[in-house]
């Protein structure tokens, strides 16, 4: 069969694809160009960068879609380059440039900005950013010269260091929680050294427990046959990470499918993957207070590839 008729054929995939997204590529695009390329039906992804930002994209198929929530709730670490000085209309080198301003800020005025922005700080989400307001993401207001009030964001950066400094160019690496902006981050860094400052290169080092090493580009996915690529795949159940485990019955197991709740076994409240007597995964549970398992997500029956010829569609 051709190429091209073949990357026409979709079949029921099921795993993870760590993936290093390139420079200038939405995240979307890395998205449906790795779909193409594993010639899944159905794929998601756990975490949106930039197109100026590179780095780890974790591409989820079939039913690991319905655990992306553990990825995007997870930490992420970051390395960036901020670059002081120069104030854009994004917050990063992509944008229009407003303002520039001499640097002459000495180390120990560095350690001390950065000390400020560690532990939990509050943060004005961007306002070129995907966030919604109305149903309309905010880039599009910004483009549109519209300016939208933010309310502020509690978010925790857990590290923030700095790795080296080449005259006006900080290169930091940044250990946060879901929902930090680090394009936010440069520029409060610049404000706090008093010479403004926005993003010049961004590149996402970990997400939950995968490390930017673990990943493949793009390019190399392209020149490897399809079996390959297929044994990439991580199985759902790698999304779990830490996340405490449930073991339950072939009986439990039927009740869990069927969203019954059962006694949590006096476990802590939280959530667990919930695991069937032959340790397949079910899907994610939820000790409440009351201390029983509700079931949160359901997973069917899970395998790497299943081909499928008849769902013949263009991706």
Wanted: charged content about 25%.
């Amino acid at each position: 069969m051709a190429d091209g008729a073949r990357n026409l054929i979709q079949r029921s995939v099921d795993g993870v694809l760590l993936i290093d997204k390139p420079r200038g590529l939405t995240s979307n695009a890395a998205l449906q160009a790795t779909k193409r390329l594993v010639q899944a039906r159905k794929a998601g992804h756990a975490g949106t960068l930039d197109p100026m930002a590179t780095g780890l994209l974790a591409v989820l198929f079939g039913e690991a879609t319905k655990l992306a929530f553990l990825l995007i709730e997870s930490d992420k670490t970051y390395l960036a380059d901020v670059v002081l000085g120069t104030t854009t209309t994004t917050g990063d080198a992509e944008g229009a440039v407003v303002e520039t301003c001499p640097v002459d800020v000495t180390a120990a005025e560095i350690e001390n900005a950065l000390r400020r922005f560690r532990g939990e700080i509050a943060q004005v989400p961007p306002m070129y950013s995907a966030l919604k307001r109305d149903g309309r993401p905010l880039y599009a207001y910004a483009r549109a010269g519209e300016h939208v009030e933010r309310p502020a964001r509690r978010v925790q950066i857990h590290r923030l260091e700095l790795l080296e400094r080449r005259d006006a160019m900080l290169r930091i690496r940044i250990h946060c929680s879901k929902g930090t902006y680090i394009r936010t981050l440069a520029e409060d860094l610049g404000r706090a050294l008093g010479t403004g400052a926005c993003l010049g290169a961004l590149r996402r080092e970990t997400s939950g427990p995968w490390r930017i090493d673990q990943a493949t580009s793009l390019d190399q996915l392209a020149t490897i046959p399809l079996s390959a690529r297929e044994a990439l795949l991580r199985p759902p159940e790698a999304m779990l990470g830490d996340l405490p485990r449930f073991m339950l019955t072939a009986a439990d197991e039927a009740r869990f499918r069927n969203g019954q709740a059962r006694a949590g076994a006096g476990r802590e409240p939280g959530l667990y993957g919930v695991l069937g007597p032959t340790e397949q995964l079910l899907g994610i549970g939820e000790i409440a207070p009351d201390g029983m398992l509700y079931p949160r997500r359901l997973l069917h029956a899970t395998g790497s590839a299943q081909p499928a010829e008849k769902h013949r569609e263009t991706l």
